[in-house]
């Protein structure tokens, strides 16, 4: 009676696009996991740093392993590396698509300017001819390249390089700030087990009360 229904996967992407609750409540959420993981301050904030690092990259798909790789390559914990990867969310992405893309094409002397329109335009094109091409292996038909290797040129290549110094300012600001909230966390909750403890050694060597002191039977 009281069993959790499970979501239909119309309910899940309707979360992934909108959470329940809305994005404010999903922020303290974040917030609140990644400062509760039981481990070093600077570890955690390595491995958010390096999820939030590789949300800036288009590897769509593959942020969450990504940012578990990367956190573990630079010693940091893992699960905040999958926490990490949360800045990256339908919410921000069309923003930094735009901006990564914009400042690798100009980083990389390609000229022309692309709207977030073109981006996922550019985007479902390259993914479905890489579909036609899987289906080659099947039915016999020549795979083409052509939309593919516009896509690698023209989006991919200049994501990937320009998403590389906003994702570098993006994670050097998410360590600084998670280390001391992290920190705050763990000095408040050893605080509290220090006055339980206080409090318990406190009632166990209190003296017994004294004969004759004891409330009379009614």
Do not use: C
Not at 75 to 99: E, K, Q
Request: hydrophobic share 50%; no cysteine; net charge positive.
């Amino acid at each position: 009676m009281f069993k959790r229904k499970p979501r239909s996967y119309s309910q899940l992407a309707s979360d992934m696009v909108y959470p329940r609750g809305g994005w404010s409540r999903a922020v303290q959420y974040l917030v609140h996991r990644v400062r509760r993981l039981p481990d070093q301050p600077h570890r955690v904030a390595r491995g958010f740093a390096a999820g939030t690092f590789v949300s800036f990259t288009p590897m769509f798909g593959l942020h969450l392993l990504g940012g578990m790789a990367l956190a573990w390559a630079v010693r940091g914990n893992v699960l905040a590396g999958v926490l990490g990867t949360m800045v990256g969310n339908p919410l921000t992405i069309p923003f930094i698509a735009v901006m990564s893309v914009g400042l690798g094409r100009r980083m990389l002397g390609i000229e022309g300017s692309m709207a977030p329109r073109a981006i996922l335009d550019e985007f479902s094109a390259a993914g479905t001819q890489l579909a036609q091409n899987v289906m080659t292996l099947f039915d016999g038909r020549a795979a083409e390249w052509d939309r593919l290797a516009h896509f690698a040129q023209t989006i991919l290549l200049p994501y990937f390089v320009g998403g590389l110094i906003p994702g570098l300012i993006a994670a050097l600001i998410g360590h600084a700030l998670t280390v001391p909230l992290v920190r705050a966390y763990h000095n408040r909750r050893a605080a509290r087990m220090a006055r339980r403890i206080a409090a318990l050694r406190a009632r166990q060597t209190a003296p017994p009360p004294a004969a004759g002191t004891e409330d009379p039977p009614l």
